[in-house]
């Protein structure tokens, strides 16, 4: 865990706090996941239920009220592996849930459950490499919740089970941003340069022009 997490949860390594807005940062070819994993054999069900290994971020949507238990904060959960056990079947889960609350009430905010590459981790026992394109993913969850912005709190890597265990390995895990030259984040700030640069000049000519 890095970050800050809301209601006044915990506090731990301090992260780079972005904003996301959404359509620029918020969008494909800004921020990518690199991740080398795998998850073991050793995985089962108790009753119906359901087994996931995330890497959450938690957002900010409100600053005023980030620490306030009964807030309404943002978390994004990129899902990595995930299935689920119902009418004696296991099936892998690879759609978008989105939800406000949880149910054993432990918070009021927005979930956003996603994933991008199908059937990551789909077989036990073996390493996976993927890169995940994260911008694309908080632009659906900002959509979602109805928000032009948010700002990344906290990011952690979650293994979860209901009614159900399991083991899994993280050889490595790398957030980074590297905006590609056709991203909406490179094409704003180089318009905004382009007006910018396009101003000064101006003003310099209208300098000229009165002296």
């Known amino acids: 865990m890095c970050g800050v997490l809301p209601h006044g949860w915990d506090r731990y390594l301090n992260i780079n706090q972005i904003e996301f807005r959404k359509n620029i940062e918020a969008e494909e070819g800004f921020i990518f996941l690199d991740v080398k994993a795998k998850r073991s054999l050793n995985f089962g069900f108790y009753n119906e239920g359901w087994i996931n290994l995330f890497v959450s971020f938690w957002f900010m ?12 904060q943002l978390v994004v959960d990129v899902r990595l592996f995930g299935l689920q056990y119902r009418s004696g079947n296991v099936r892998y889960v690879i759609e978008d849930i989105a939800f406000q609350g949880h149910s054993l009430g432990i918070d009021n905010d927005h979930h956003y459950i996603t994933s991008d590459n199908q059937f990551f981790l789909s077989e036990a026992n073996q390493y996976y490499e993927v890169q995940l394109d994260l911008g694309k993913l908080f632009k659906k969850a900002l959509t979602y919740c109805g928000r032009d912005s948010a700002r990344l709190m906290e990011i952690e890597i979650v293994l979860e089970a209901n009614y159900g265990y399991a083991e899994a390995e993280i050889d490595y895990i790398k957030i980074y941003t590297d905006p590609k030259p056709n991203s909406s984040y490179v094409l704003v ?3 905004m340069i382009f007006l910018m640069a396009f101003i000064s000049l101006a003003f310099i000519a209208i300098l000229r022009v009165r002296r």
């Not at 409100?62 to 309404?72: A, E, G, I, L, V």
């Open 61 to 72: 949507l409100d600053n005023d009220t980030f620490n306030d238990p009964n807030s309404t």
């Open 189 to 191: 700030n180089s318009t």
